[in-house]
């Protein structure tokens, strides 16, 4: 595997020159193009900026730090020289999400389907035969009880 391509840049020509990561200098050619959260401590908050370098047209990536409160007021990368920036690409992907929701009689959902596969083990009976059943061992019939309040 190929190490990453990086770059070390003056934390001066980054910060404050190309006004990355909050003040980007359009007319340089820079452009932020994502900035993404990371994880978080009790007095930090960790960045990952993804721009467009204006001396070569390259995206690179750099990660910094934020305070969570007035009192951490810290810049990016206040205490460096320089800064190492990382050579990006977009990839997309796809990612499936299962929502699992209530299903309603009558809506054609599986609980609508036969009870029975032929041949897939024993016979699971259907609502009008557990309701047979359960009238023909109780007082009163527990379909018509639901009405009531409990």
């Known amino acids: ?9 003056p934390r001066e020509l980054i910060y404050e020159t190309w006004g990355v990561p909050f003040d980007p200098d359009e007319e340089l050619g820079v452009r932020i193009l994502d900035e993404i959260l990371g994880d978080s401590g009790r007095w930090e908050q960790h ?16 990660n910094y730090s934020s305070g969570l409160t ?8 206040e205490d460096e020289d320089e ?3 990382t050579r990006v690409e977009s990839k997309q992907r796809v990612i499936t999400v299962t929502d699992w929701i209530p299903v309603k009689h009558g ?28 009238a023909s061992n109780n007082e009163y019939d ?9």
């Open 142 to 150: 527990l379909w018509e009880a639901e009405e009531e309040t409990w």
């Open 1 to 9: 595997m190929s190490p990453n391509i990086i770059r070390k840049v």
């Open 70 to 77: 007035e009192y951490q007021d810290q810049r990016p990368w």
């Open 47 to 62: 960045h990952t900026v993804v721009f467009k370098a204006p001396d070569d047209g390259l995206i690179y990536e750099a």
């Open 107 to 134: 809506t054609g959902a599986i609980a609508d389907l036969p009870r029975r596969v032929p041949g897939a083990g024993p016979k699971i009976p259907t609502i009008e035969e557990l309701k047979a059943q359960w």
């Open 83 to 85: 800064v190492t920036i």
